[in-house]
């Protein structure tokens, strides 16, 4: 847990010029203006700066920190959740990929790409980790790569313990949200079944998820060890499975490809693939023509 630094907000919020930023930001942010601000500060304190933005009277709208790098989107990030609580303040990673290569991101970095984005469609203020965010800190990266447009209004797979649910049902579902089953899970997106125990590992845990059924009625729920797959303590918030990929291989998407294909024959080992639902390495390379509309990080 990061240690709580909160009143050092407190400190900071009454001096004069952080005062005047505050009030300059906050008409920043209207329609009607155009200014812009610099404001000239070390770097460390920058974090206490953007947390005193983030909680001032009347802010409705979260803060985007843009950051040079990834790993300054990390030490920030990091730095803001001992100031404001831990669960609003998100990352926005950018790909470890180019987006033409023909390689897919990491699971885990999709996985938190969207959960970002669903806070940010369909906040859940019951459940602070699923919450509004206060802050989103991003690389420039990031906030300039074009992603599919809607994948904040993807459902995660989610069930609670005591949840009625068929487990064939609960398989494909994160099938369709780009799970590969394995014998055994000891990677981010994948899922396993064995007997009436389901195993999954959202890309957003550190740990993977043991559902054990007795019929259709999720008994329990725990988190468990990818090195002895020896279970843990029960996971509260039960499973929370955003999906694995950024271009999900829908009805729309297979005819899309299937079009593409007689189109541009170079393409044809790729295409095939993704006309017969089969999840492939750098398929998101053709997101802007296959999906159906690219939006920014802002929109």
């Known amino acids: 847990?990061?240690?709580?630094?909160?009143?050092?907000?407190?400190?900071?919020?009454?001096?004069?010029?952080?005062?005047?930023?505050?009030?300059?930001?906050r008409l920043t942010g209207t329609a009607s203006a155009t200014e812009a601000l610099d404001v000239t500060a070390p770097s460390s304190y920058y974090p206490m700066l953007l947390g005193t933005l983030a909680r001032?009277?009347?802010?409705?709208?979260?803060?985007?920190?843009?950051?040079?790098?990834?790993?300054?989107?990390?030490?920030?990030?990091?730095?803001?959740?001992?100031?404001?609580?831990?669960?609003?303040?998100?990352?926005?990673?950018?790909?470890?990929?180019?987006?033409?290569?023909?390689?897919?991101?990491?699971?885990?970095?999709?996985?938190r790409r969207l959960g970002v984005l669903r806070r940010l469609a369909h906040p859940d203020p019951s459940d602070p980790a699923?919450?509004?965010?206060?802050?989103?800190?991003?690389?420039?990266?990031?906030?300039?790569?074009?992603?599919?447009?809607?994948?904040?209004?993807?459902?995660?797979v989610s069930v609670q313990q005591g949840d009625e649910v068929s487990m064939e049902d609960l398989v494909r579902r994160l099938s369709g949200a780009a799970y590969t089953r394995t014998d055994l899970v000891d990677k981010r997106g994948q899922l396993a079944v064995r007997g009436g125990i389901l195993d999954v590992f959202p890309p957003t845990e550190e740990h993977p998820v043991r559902l054990e059924f007795w019929g259709d009625t999720v008994e329990e729920i725990r988190w468990f060890k990818v090195a002895d797959q020896r279970s843990l303590e029960v996971a509260p918030h039960g499973l929370w499975a955003p999906p694995c990929r950024e271009l999900l291989l829908t009805d729309e998407v297979k005819d899309r490809a299937r079009v593409l294909r007689d189109q541009h024959p170079e393409l044809l080992d790729l295409l095939d693939k993704?006309?017969?639902?089969?999840?492939?390495?750098?398929?998101?390379?053709?997101?802007p023509v296959l999906a159906d509309g690219m939006e920014l990080l802002v929109d």
């Open 1 to 25: 847990m990061s240690p709580t630094l909160t009143g050092l907000l407190d400190a900071v919020a009454p001096d004069p010029a952080v005062v005047e930023v505050v009030r300059r930001a």
């Open 56 to 111: 001032a009277e009347g802010a409705d709208r979260p803060v985007l920190a843009v950051t040079a790098t990834a790993r300054e989107a990390e030490d920030l990030a990091g730095s803001l959740a001992s100031l404001l609580p831990e669960e609003s303040v998100a990352e926005f990673p950018g790909w470890e990929t180019l987006p033409h290569e023909r390689l897919s991101p990491s699971s885990d970095t999709v996985g």
């Open 130 to 156: 699923t919450g509004p965010v206060r802050v989103i800190v991003a690389p420039i990266r990031a906030v300039l790569q074009p992603v599919v447009k809607g994948l904040g209004d993807l459902a995660p």
């Open 274 to 287: 993704l006309v017969e639902g089969i999840g492939v390495e750098g398929m998101e390379a053709l997101a």
